[in-house]
């Protein structure tokens, strides 16, 4: 013959006073049954049938199936981004982009080969702006000297986009040999062998 709910609720509170009685939660015991006795309220309550393992066992494997399905999306994720690049390279292809140097009249080969001279010297922001002003009257406190520039690609219908920077630092050979890229009041400068270009 089967026990009623007010028998089994008397007999999980005989458990509760049990496990006060040899230390509560911080027993080995009331470790150990953590959590179990408000499974069992619940089940007598609502006449369910669960337990801890159940519920250990279902957490498992939802946990199991979530695994699976990151591993599934990573997998999709890592297909898109290939065959994205993929298409990309394709379009590159047929656009036929090319490199077409760095922004403004200097060629980057032309500055390469001043900095590469061994009395060649780089120029601080102080030294750049000395030259300006003494050469061009240019105010020194509104000068930015720029240090890169933008470098390019052009493709088969002369569109270009940006593809990197470039490193242009000032630099100073001869009074006829040198280079400065700098800004003045939102307009940019190209000094080149003392010859002043806008950019």
Same mark, same amino acid.
């Given at each position: 013959m089967g026990v009623s709910k007010a028998q089994e609720r008397?007999?999980?509170?005989?458990?509760?006073?049990?496990?006060?009685e040899v230390g509560g939660i911080d027993s080995y015991i009331g470790m150990a049954l953590e959590g179990c006795l408000e499974i069992? =309220?619940?089940?007598?309550?609502?006449? /369910?049938g669960c337990s801890m393992k159940q519920r250990a066992e279902k957490a498992q494997a939802d946990a199991d199936? /979530?695994?699976?399905?990151?591993?599934?999306?990573?997998?999709?994720?890592?297909?898109?981004?290939?065959?994205i690049d993929s298409l990309k390279q394709q379009l590159d292809t047929e656009l036929e982009w090319k490199d077409c140097g760095a922004e403004g009249s200097v060629r980057q080969e032309d500055y390469n080969r001043l900095v590469q001279q061994s009395?060649?010297?780089?120029?601080?922001?102080?030294?750049?702006?000395?030259?300006?002003?003494?050469?061009?009257?240019?105010?020194? =406190?509104k000068?930015?000297?720029?240090?890169?520039?933008?470098?390019?690609?052009?493709?088969?219908?002369?569109?270009?986009?940006?593809?990197? =920077?470039?490193?242009?630092?000032?630099a100073y050979n001869a009074t006829d040999w040198n280079y400065i890229r700098f800004d003045c009041g939102g307009v940019s400068y190209e000094l080149y062998n003392d010859s002043l270009e806008l950019i």
């Amino acid at each position: 013959m089967g026990v009623s709910k007010a028998q089994e609720r008397q007999a999980l509170e005989q458990i509760r006073e049990i496990i006060k009685e040899v230390g509560g939660i911080d027993s080995y015991i009331g470790m150990a049954l953590e959590g179990c006795l408000e499974i069992a =309220e619940d089940n007598i309550a609502n006449d /369910f049938g669960c337990s801890m393992k159940q519920r250990a066992e279902k957490a498992q494997a939802d946990a199991d199936s /979530f695994q699976k399905s990151t591993e599934k999306l990573s997998d999709e994720l890592d297909k898109a981004k290939k065959e994205i690049d993929s298409l990309k390279q394709q379009l590159d292809t047929e656009l036929e982009w090319k490199d077409c140097g760095a922004e403004g009249s200097v060629r980057q080969e032309d500055y390469n080969r001043l900095v590469q001279q061994s009395d060649t010297r780089f120029l601080t922001d102080k030294e750049a702006k000395e030259i300006l002003y003494d050469l061009y009257g240019f105010a020194k =406190e509104k000068l930015v000297i720029q240090k890169t520039v933008p470098a390019y690609q052009i493709n088969r219908h002369h569109q270009l986009r940006k593809t990197g =920077e470039v490193e242009r630092r000032p630099a100073y050979n001869a009074t006829d040999w040198n280079y400065i890229r700098f800004d003045c009041g939102g307009v940019s400068y190209e000094l080149y062998n003392d010859s002043l270009e806008l950019i």
